[in-house]
């Protein structure tokens, strides 16, 4: 089956820094990617997707790139801010199959005033 | 849309009880995720559901916990006994074919279980 790893698993940046998110895969059949966000006590909340057909997604201050090639993809947040605070999750999927969703172990980002 | 919907939020019981918890998913998906969340062992896929039929039970971590879906609008996540090392957060998730078949999954708001 699918494993995902996720690194780092905790990461502090100063206000408007960037932060970078990675993760690798191990099935080269994954086609969908996504990024969810939980902030404390909350549900996790997709905030961005790559599928396999593209290289890089971006949406405002966050973008996602793919290495399929090396089986790796990254979420990158721009000029974070204190509300970007959260742990972040990645996730492989294959949707030719089973649906499920393999989750990386996630990374605690905290943006610092 | 109200999104998905869980109950109850919070839940805590004694070690022995039977918990029920509640899922309605959101209105016309097709796919319908249970997942456990602890520190220890992050997000835990436990079974999933695929037209109100259970697909993939393999992450049921034993036979004290029982899934159904009687309908497209409802599904349970029992467990019979619980016991302390059950507590964590439930989620569910729901999710519908989108263009190119990939399937975004949106969570409810989860349980919090404390089994004492």
């Known amino acids: 089956g699918e494993n995902v790893e996720q690194h780092p698993s905790t990461l502090s940046v100063q206000e408007g820094d960037s932060a970078v998110i990675k993760c690798t895969y191990s099935?080269?059949?994954?086609?969908?990617f996504p990024w969810y966000k939980q902030e404390l006590g909350k549900r996790p909340q997709l905030i961005i997707d790559?599928?396999?057909?593209?290289g890089e997604k971006k949406d405002q201050r966050i973008a996602v790139t793919l290495n399929k090639t090396a089986k790796h993809f990254s979420l990158h947040i721009t000029e974070t801010q204190p509300e970007d605070s959260a742990v972040y999750f990645c996730?492989?999927?294959?949707?030719?199959?089973?649906?499920?969703?393999?989750f990386g172990s996630g990374t605690q980002l905290t943006v610092l005033p | 849309d109200a999104g998905v919907i869980q109950s109850p939020r919070h839940e805590v019981t004694e070690m022995g009880q039977e918990v029920t918890l509640r899922c309605k998913p959101i209105?016309?998906?097709?796919?319908l995720f249970w997942y456990r969340q602890t520190m220890m062992r992050g997000l835990e896929l436990l079974i999933y559901?695929?037209?109100?039929?259970?697909?993939?039970d393999s992450g049921m971590p034993e036979d004290r916990f029982s899934a159904k879906m009687p309908n497209a609008s409802f599904s349970t996540l029992k467990i019979q006994p619980s016991e302390p090392r059950d507590s964590a957060v439930y989620f569910c998730?729901?999710?519908?074919?989108?263009?190119?078949?990939?399937?975004?999954?949106?969570f409810g708001p989860g349980t919090r279980l404390t089994v004492t």
């Open positions: 998730a729901s999710s519908l074919a989108g263009p190119g078949n990939f399937y975004e999954q949106y």
């Open positions: 099935d080269s059949a994954s086609n969908y």
């Open positions: 790559i599928r396999s057909n593209v």
């Open positions: 996730a492989a999927s294959f949707s030719g199959s089973a649906r499920q969703l393999t």
């Open positions: 209105s016309g998906h097709d796919y």
């Open positions: 559901f695929n037209n109100n039929v259970p697909i993939d």
